[in-house]
């Protein structure tokens, strides 16, 4: 049963039902104690009643009663003979306890009262049978009304469930009938308590699907701009290669061509990574690593590549810090940052990779002896494929875009310097408290 009319609908009856046999029980044990006492004082009225009578030359077994009489009577004499019996046939204790007693004779229960009076022992008993039968009678007058209007209930059940779930119906019709493109915030007017936040929750999704598919599109217009550049580029440099009249000026188209592969590629490459922790960043969870450990394996990678150009790559400090972070995130940050400074770092220039502790947050830093950033340029190198006037060195301008993606996912701050003594600048990405952890 998937249903959840079904389900409350059985629960609610299920509940019912235990409620009333629960009920029907109460009924017949207070049933009983009260029956008990009324017939308690029958029992005693009648002893009370018949000992006035005179028993003396009476038959020992005298005609028996007839008809619906449940009590049974006995009387004994002075000398402890049976003087009288209503019932001969019904099989009772010869020996008497006065006073009220329960005793038990083959197969019945009998509750019985016994008096002496002017020498006489008045017994008068009745089958306990016959009190709880009474007892089930009342407490099943009292259930019937219970199911009689159990169908009834039923339907009251099933139509006010069906009108309370009407709202969520109508939310789910409103999500259904949708197209893919519209993520206005579901208007359905007043909801209940219950489905309020259900429905903020889905107007929240649909922000931040809109808020995705504007970046997507944004970033496929600013890539389709960005690209046709440099194809329009390597399509003039094939021309001009098979229009060299000599070997010298073929050489040199296809340097030039090499070159202009080389930054398409960068800018490929650059460009599926931003798609990438674009649209994979949900699916990747934090997991804990050290991240001095981390920052020394992209520095020995990079290292022939510094080495190539001539530029002292190194590690400066290395706190051991563990974070909650997704290591492969972090890798391409760190290493987009060392790639950004070697770019910029002149020959036998210096960059320096530091890991430490500030504060109570992990400071990661990449400081190199470059030109610089002018601070009126510090903000706007964040954007997608800005690149600063002057700037001749190549490269695709997404860089430090992946790298505040990363950070701000990671709820890391990212902030351009000066490089110690003036010269330079020094990338410092800091890691708040949340995601820092003391070494156990």
């Known amino acids: 049963m998937t249903s959840l009319r079904h389900k409350l609908l059985a629960w609610l009856l299920a509940v019912v039902l235990i409620a009333g046999m629960v009920a029907a029980w109460g009924v017949y044990r207070q049933a009983r104690v009260e029956l008990d006492g009324v017939f308690d004082y029958h029992l005693r009225q009648m002893a009370l009643s018949v000992r006035d009578r005179s028993f003396e030359g009476m038959l020992v077994e005298p005609e028996t009663l007839t008809g619906e009489f449940d009590f049974v009577i006995q009387v004994w004499g002075r000398d402890g003979g049976r003087l009288y019996f209503s019932q001969p046939h019904a099989a009772l204790p010869n020996l008497v306890r006065l006073g009220y007693d329960t005793v038990q004779t083959g197969t019945v229960t009998w509750r019985v009262f016994a008096i002496q009076e002017r020498g006489f022992t008045i017994q008068v008993a009745q089958p306990m049978g016959i009190r709880n039968r009474l007892a089930a009678e009342s407490a099943l007058s009292t259930l019937s009304p219970f199911l009689l209007l159990l169908p009834l209930l039923g339907l009251l059940v099933w139509f006010t469930v069906g009108r309370e779930l009407r709202p969520l119906e109508t939310v789910a019709r409103a999500v259904s009938t949708r197209s893919a493109s519209a993520l206005e915030p579901l208007t359905t007017g007043p909801l209940p308590d219950e489905i309020r936040p259900l429905v903020g929750s889905l107007n929240d999704l649909l922000a931040r699907l809109g808020r995705v598919l504007s970046a997507q599109r944004d970033f496929v217009a600013d890539a389709a701009h960005e690209l046709r550049t440099p194809l329009a580029a390597l399509t003039l440099q094939i021309q ?66 510094a080495d190539a150009k001539a530029i002292d790559l190194g590690v400066t400090g290395m706190d051991q810090l563990p974070l909650e972070a997704d290591p492969e995130s972090l890798r391409i940050l760190l290493a987009n940052l060392i790639d950004n400074a070697m770019r910029y770092a002149p020959s036998g220039g210096r960059v320096d990779v530091n890991v430490r502790r500030a504060g109570e947050n992990a400071m990661l830093e990449v400081i190199d002896d470059g030109p610089g950033i002018p601070v009126a340029e510090r903000e706007r190198v964040f954007d997608r494929f800005y690149r600063r006037p002057d700037n001749e060195i190549p490269g695709s301008g997404l860089g430090l875009a992946i790298v505040r993606d990363i950070a701000e996912r990671h709820r890391a701050s990212v902030v351009l310097d000066d490089a110690p003594g003036g010269r330079g600048l020094a990338v410092r990405v800091r890691f708040p408290a949340t995601r820092f952890r003391e070494p156990s």
Do not use: M, N, W, Y
């Open 240 to 305: 001009l290669a098979e229009r060299a009249d000599s070997e010298a000026q073929r050489a040199a188209a296809f340097t030039a061509l090499k070159g202009g592969l080389a930054r398409a590629t960068r800018v490929v490459e650059q460009l599926l990574t931003l798609a990438t922790q674009g649209s994979d960043a949900a699916e990747h969870l934090p997991v804990p690593i050290d991240l001095a450990a981390l920052a020394r394996q992209v520095v020995a990678e990079r290292s022939p590549l």
